[in-house]
């Protein structure tokens, strides 16, 4: 069993920072690739970013590309998420997830793919 618990959310003006954190524990961390998505109030899950189990490859959204940053601390069991430049639109509850695949290459964007999933931290971005 996975545990995947994210800290960091909150409020904040547009155009300012934050930065996600999610803790792991359970099967071993280093070999899953992680993502980072999000759910704003009457919208379905949207796809922000992902980063492969060695952190060679990293996706992100077409909405966050060039704002928000993963990275990801295998000694520390802990994916990160730098956002900058946030938007009001970017206000949404943010959730972390384990990729099903061991080991596995591509980065997928796809909710499916994921197997394990954190409760959620809240990020609200005012103008």
């Known amino acids: 069993q996975v545990q995947l618990v994210e800290s960091g959310g909150g409020s904040v003006q547009a155009g300012g920072s934050l930065r996600l954190s999610c803790a792991a524990s359970?099967?071993?961390?280093?070999?899953?690739?992680m993502g980072w998505f999000r759910q704003a109030p009457g919208k379905e899950r949207e796809f922000v970013a992902a980063?492969?189990?060695?952190?060679?490859?990293?996706n992100y959204g077409d909405s966050v590309k060039g704002r928000f940053s993963i990275s990801r601390d295998n000694t520390r069991n802990t994916v990160y998420l730098q956002m900058n430049s946030l938007k009001p639109e970017d206000t949404a509850v943010y959730y972390c997830?384990?990729?099903?695949?061991?080991?596995?290459?591509?980065?997928?964007?796809?909710?499916?793919?994921?197997?394990?999933w954190g409760q959620g931290t809240q990020v609200t971005v005012s103008s």
């Open positions: 997830a384990q990729d099903k695949g061991y080991l596995r290459v591509v980065v997928t964007t796809q909710p499916g793919e994921y197997r394990y």
């Open positions: 359970g099967r071993a961390f280093s070999s899953f690739a």
């Open positions: 980063i492969s189990w060695s952190g060679g490859n990293k």
